[in-house]
């Protein structure tokens, strides 16, 4: 393996760890020893990389370092541009635009020969012909779920009842045939779950999160693992 290659994994390595990582965890994740892991964490350093911690103590990478995405392999390049192209048919106009800007991003950093290779690549996701129902709030949606606000929602459940909630959205789910948002419901003191094609007015308050969203993401996490009798969990997508 050329070093230029070993430091690209090195940095791979490193953004894949939210803690400290030491050199010996390294050196057998990479299959290359210690001594080459210290001398190569000093080579990023003095490219720029801002790399906390050092022998003995471990290594965390702090954000702000970017290297161009030159040593992409054939499986990356696929998958960057299948999942760009899923996104593409989705009926997010903001999301499919920001994809065509993210794909031109890295093609200017790569070589031409990734550049050919990314626009010849013969996958192919379907795309929605119609804009999916609810599609004009899955911006606001993403806006508040990002900055941690309250929504308003109307909402009509499986039954015909319309009800109005406050709900702190924490997650979106892309299903096919609908998109459900996760969310702790105010009205019912407890997590629900709800498809944008039954919301009939959605509005972003200023009103932030009592709590931040990593934590009503763990809360959500362990509801959903709740152990349920069969007859409730078959309901549980329209239990609101």
Not at 84 to 99: K, N, S
Not at 141 to 160: M, N, P, Q, V
Not at 205 to 231: G, M
Request: aromatic share 8%; glycine share 6%; net charge positive.
């Amino acid at each position: 393996m050329s070093k230029t290659a070993r430091l690209f994994k090195l940095m791979d390595a490193l953004r894949a760890r939210r803690h400290a990582v030491t050199a010996a965890q390294l050196a057998a994740q990479l299959s290359v020893s210690v001594r080459t892991v210290y001398r190569d964490v000093q080579t990023l350093v003095e490219l720029g990389a801002r790399i906390d911690g050092g022998a003995g103590v471990g290594y965390v990478l702090r954000a702000g370092f970017f290297l161009p995405p030159l040593m992409f392999g054939e499986d990356e390049i696929e998958a960057l541009v299948l999942g760009a192209r899923w996104v593409q048919g989705q009926g997010d106009a903001e999301l499919a635009r920001a994809t065509e800007t993210v794909l031109a991003k890295i093609a200017t950093a790569a070589p031409r020969d990734l550049r050919d290779r990314m626009a010849d690549t013969g996958l192919f996701a379907p795309r929605t012909r119609a804009p999916a129902p609810g599609a004009h709030n899955l911006a606001p949606l993403r806006s508040a779920i990002r900055r941690e606000h309250k929504l308003c929602i109307r909402y009509t459940d499986a039954a015909g009842v319309v009800t109005e909630r406050v709900v702190w959205p924490v997650a979106l789910g892309y299903f096919e045939g609908a998109r459900v948002i996760a969310a702790w419901c105010e009205l019912r003191e407890d997590f629900r779950h709800f498809r944008l094609d039954r919301i009939a007015a959605l509005q972003v308050l200023e009103a932030p999160f009592p709590c931040p969203r990593r934590e009503l993401l763990k809360r959500w996490r362990a509801h959903i693992e709740r152990p349920e009798p069969p007859c409730r969990a078959s309901r549980a997508a329209d239990r609101n």
